[in-house]
């Protein structure tokens, strides 16, 4: 008897079909109140007031330096003053690097100097050397144990300008990877084509790291023009070159992410995540990157604030991005176990150009109600891309843990003449851009707030490829 109940049992379950996720929608209340937020936000100037601000009153914002320190005491203060209702601060422990000086010097026939700036993380040391040019960093993977012995390898790689960056998952790896390839083919020395597009005489720095049991070696970038001239010399001959970077490792530093909150007025326990990172690279005043992430976010979640939202607004202030995402690794760590919390985020870390992009990978559940965003958003032109976008760089820790994400493509077309470089200040930022930006970020922050249901977000099980950046 019992074994013909269990039976039964089992067939049923296995004749019954899973039940679905119930689909997630925006009411039209929403829908209408989105409409009147965007046209406010397109008219607002908070964004530009909050990153003029931040890019004035403290300026550049290295990791660990004193700017950054006082760039949290800034961030605290803002958050109070835009109104947000909870702001807290949690630590990010990090190695601290230091630039000091930087020179380079073309030796003998043609002498002259060359504009440069010591990679982040590079190794200080004036070294001399005759120049090895490799037009890519396979060339320099390609060349010979020992066959740059005493030698100083040139990666000589130029980026071209593309509306979705592509070109810079090839500079960047030459920065990554190529000092480490040098010191493998006995390289005493370091030199790139910048990672970056501009025709302008300035340099693009950023993180170099050496693999575990090499002794590192100086690494530097030279601007564009620089380059140029360098492959123009060794094409009459022999060049040498003179490399004093006064740069390195010192110590530990601690900062903060910081952290606003706007409560929700009925489901304050779940989430709608934003933000940008606080800290910036030296040589500018970090204006794209990334005071105007930062200005957005704030603004954005501060105007949507005014509609009393039904989910808890959070914004982040991520500490420490440039140098490892070590912000955005800390508050995945921290709360890690509140991901179902973590109804959807999405952050600004691209620059300022126009939002010409909307996606998410919010499950076949939430498709309705992500469609409904992006119906809010097509009128500020930006497209529905649903093969398209991924995580922004400090969202990327907590959507590998299973948050959902959504993308709002900013056009990098002209984004990376200012990464990480000095001519990276605020007047490269256009105010209308910046105000669409903040629109774009208000109706897509308002309505995930007010979607009746969930967009996904769970813990990923091992193996899962869900949120993965």
């Known amino acids: 008897m019992r074994r013909s109940i269990l039976a039964s049992a089992l067939l049923l379950c296995v004749s019954m079909p899973l039940q679905a996720a119930s689909p997630t929608t925006i009411p039209d209340a929403a829908l209408t109140t989105a409409a009147t937020l965007r046209q406010q936000a397109l008219a607002d100037d908070t964004g530009w007031k909050i990153t003029e601000s931040l890019t004035t009153e403290v300026g550049p914002r290295l990791a660990g330096s004193q700017a950054d320190a006082r760039a949290v005491a800034w961030a605290q203060a803002k958050f109070k003053e835009l109104g947000f209702d909870k702001v807290w601060t949690e630590p990010v422990t990090f190695p601290r690097w230091e630039r000091r000086s930087e020179h380079a010097q073309v030796l003998g026939e043609h002498a002259q100097s060359l504009v440069v700036t010591a990679l982040g993380g590079s190794a200080g040391g004036t070294i001399e050397g005759e120049i090895v040019r490799f037009p890519d960093l396979a060339a320099l993977q390609a060349a010979p144990a020992g066959s740059l012995t005493g030698k100083i390898a040139f990666v000589d790689f130029q980026m071209h300008k593309k509306r979705d960056g592509g070109d810079y998952r090839y500079g960047g790896g030459i920065r990554g990877r190529g000092p480490s390839e040098a010191i493998k083919k006995g390289a005493i020395g370091f030199l790139m084509r910048s990672a970056g597009t501009t025709p302008h005489r300035v340099v693009n720095t950023g993180m170099t790291r050496y693999e575990e049991g090499l002794t590192p070696i100086p690494a530097a970038a030279m601007s564009i023009p620089d380059a140029d001239q360098l492959e123009r010399l060794l094409a009459l001959g022999p060049v040498k070159v003179r490399l004093a970077l006064d740069c390195g490792w010192d110590g530990e530093a601690t900062s903060y992410n910081v952290i606003g909150e706007i409560t929700g007025r009925s489901k304050p326990k779940e989430i709608v995540l934003t933000g940008g990172h606080l800290d910036s690279w030296d040589l500018g005043t ?24 039904a989910r808890t607004l959070r914004v982040v202030a991520f500490a420490n991005e440039e140098q490892g995402l070590y912000g955005g690794r800390a508050y995945a760590k921290a709360h890690a176990s509140e991901i179902k919390q973590h109804v959807i985020a999405a952050e600004s870390d691209f620059g300022a150009g126009h939002v010409y992009a909307f996606n998410s ?29 991924d995580p922004e760089s400090d969202i990327g820790a907590m959507a590998q843990l299973g948050m959902t994400w959504a993308w709002l493509g900013h056009d990098g ?14 007047d490269k930022i256009d105010p209308k851009d910046l105000a669409q930006n903040v629109a774009a ?27 993965a950046h």
């Open 413 to 426: 077309t002209d984004y990376f003449d200012l990464h990480h470089n000095a001519d990276d200040t605020l």
């Open 286 to 309: 970090g204006a794209i990157d990334d005071a105007a992430g930062v200005g957005i976010a704030m603004a954005a979640a501060h105007l949507v604030a005014q509609q009393h939202p």
């Open 361 to 389: 990978n919010a499950p076949a559940s939430a498709k309705g109600a992500i469609e409904a965003i992006a119906g809010a958003l097509k009128p500020l032109d930006v497209a529905y891309t649903p093969d398209q976008g």
């Open 441 to 467: 970020y208000a109706v897509f922050l308002y309505l995930a707030s007010e979607a009746k249901g969930d967009f996904g977000s769970a813990p990923k099980a091992a193996g899962s490829e869900k949120g």
